[in-house]
Every structure is written in C-alpha cells, then in structure tokens.
C-alpha cells in the first residue's frame, strides 16, 4: 500500500509530549505501517497559519516553522529506522518508506529559490496551498470569487520550478481556477493527494467530475481521503458525532472509478490530520474497505491500483 497524505509529524511536533511515530495513540505508528504492508507512507510537512500555530511556536517565521517540521521528520525517521525515498524504484525492495511531501505553499515566503531546498531534503510533492491564499495561489472556497481564482504568478513559478526540480503538484485544497490553471500548464502527471469526488459529497475541497477526468488524462490520481466531512453525503461541516464509514468510502471510490476510471485511484488517508469515529482507524483496518469495493463489484486490479500501483506510476515520473 501507498498512502499519499498524512499529518502525523505536524502532530507530534504540536503536542512536543514525548510521542513518536514508534509510540503514539495516533493513527499512523511505525509499527502499524509495517504489519498493514505499508510500502511508502506519504508525510507532510503541513505548515500551520494563524490558529493552527501552537502557542509556544507564534513567533516563528513560516520558514522556520517548516524548518523545525523537517527536522522533526528526520529524527523520527531516522531514530525509527524508516528510510526516506530518494528514489520510487527503493519501493519494490517491499519495506516501508517515508515519502517526504509539504503542504501549504506559503511555507517558502514566496522565494521560489527554496523549492530546491525543500528537494534538497528530498520532498516529492508540493501543495500550492491550504485553506487560505498565500503567494502562490487561492484555496479551495464556498465563496465562488475565491473559488474561481487562478494561481498567482509566482504559483506559475512555483509548478514550473517544481517540475524542473522533479517535484509533483498537489492540487488538494487549491481552488477551481488554480485547477484549471495548473492543468493547462503542465504537461506529466500532477495529483490531488487526499479529496473524495464532489458529485458524492458536495464540499469545495472534494473533486468535480471533469476535475477527476483531467487529473486521468494527464496520468495523476487523487488519494481517498478519510475525513467524514469529505466523505457524507450531506453539504455539512463535521458534525460533532460525524463518522467516517466504509460505506461512504464505497460510493466515492465507484463513482471515481466510473467516471475516470481505474488509474486515477489512489488513496490519502489524511491520518491524524482527521477527527470522528474511524470506521477504518489505522492501515490495519484498509482490508475491509477492499473487501467492500469488491462486493461493491470493483474488479481486483482496479483495488490493486488504488492501493499500491497507480501512485507507484505518479511517483515514479520524476525518477532520477
Ligand atoms: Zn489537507
């Protein structure tokens, strides 16, 4: 398995309570990843704004607070024995590796320069933005100017360096006009790393129909994100007793399947980034959703490719 977003190391570096990823309550544990034949687990180095900054750390610049979260990356990893992909071809030798990737543009300040930083570290996916406008480009939004936003020219910038660089684009929380935009100019692959199919679940940061059709015509997929407020068929935000269920999970992935087909399949767990009642709680519990997209009728290779082959095939792109 592959899971494309997580928000484990933005936790453990928010609590600072002695948690690691070998021993934590969260979802994702080293422990867990390897017994569920986690081959490469995606870990973001979600950079907070306003609110989302603990106390202790507002006096931290964005940069330096991605610093820090980096940091945070390599000794966990590293004191847990994880390696990092540097290379997609390491995730046939079968073990579990971290997939370094951020999320939220604003992490660079608008110096385009450090991108080549962030590769230097070895991060594999950028996220233009999060849930607010930054540099680069404008989030996804129930405010339809906000929304039909394209990128900015510096995010222009960003997606053209990033593919010199060999990063790919995640267009998870980016808004429709930045979509639209970053669609028209690249050419590969790029990917939305955890959004569910807005047709399903009507919220801004799930995927329109032709949205999912253009991320398969240029080779991207988009990751299963395990959020209930993603994942109900309601327009809501999370209620308080909102739960993620396998159910729900079903009718997103058939109706991705059916509308882009096989190879746009992926999942993003979004894995202690999420809150609610976990029907599916850590990668351990993924067999029953496979279970399910079969008795749903989804054919095995397509399950296959959701699960391993067709972000092994985005990853892969920028091979060097
Ligand atoms: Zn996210």
Known sequence: ??????????????????????????????????????????????????????????????????????????????????PLLTDPEELKDGRLHAILTTEEGAAIEGDISRLSILRSWGVRIFGLTWNYENELAYPNSTDPDIMARGLKKKGFEAIEECSRLGILIDVSHLSDGGFDDVASHMKGPFLATHSNARAITDVPRNLTDMQLKTLADHGGVTGLNLCPAFLHDEKATVPESAESRICDMVRHVIHIYRTAGSEVLAIGTDFDGIEGKLEIRTHQDMPKLFEALSAAGLPSSAIDRMAYGNAERVLSFFRR
């Not at 330096?64 to 004191?79: A, G, M, N, P």
Request: net charge negative; hydrophobic share 35%; proline share 2%.
């Open 1 to 82: 398995m592959i899971d494309l977003h997580s928000d484990t190391i933005y936790s453990l570096w928010c609590r600072d309570d002695g948690s690691t990823i070998e021993k934590n309550d969260l979802s994702i544990r080293k422990e867990t990843l390897i017994k569920a034949g986690v081959r490469g687990q995606c870990l973001a180095l979600f950079t907070p704004m306003h609110e989302h900054v603990p106390e202790r750390k507002r006096s931290l610049s964005l940069w330096q607070i991605v610093s820090e979260l980096h940091d945070r990356f390599v000794k966990e990893t590293e004191s847990a024995g994880i």
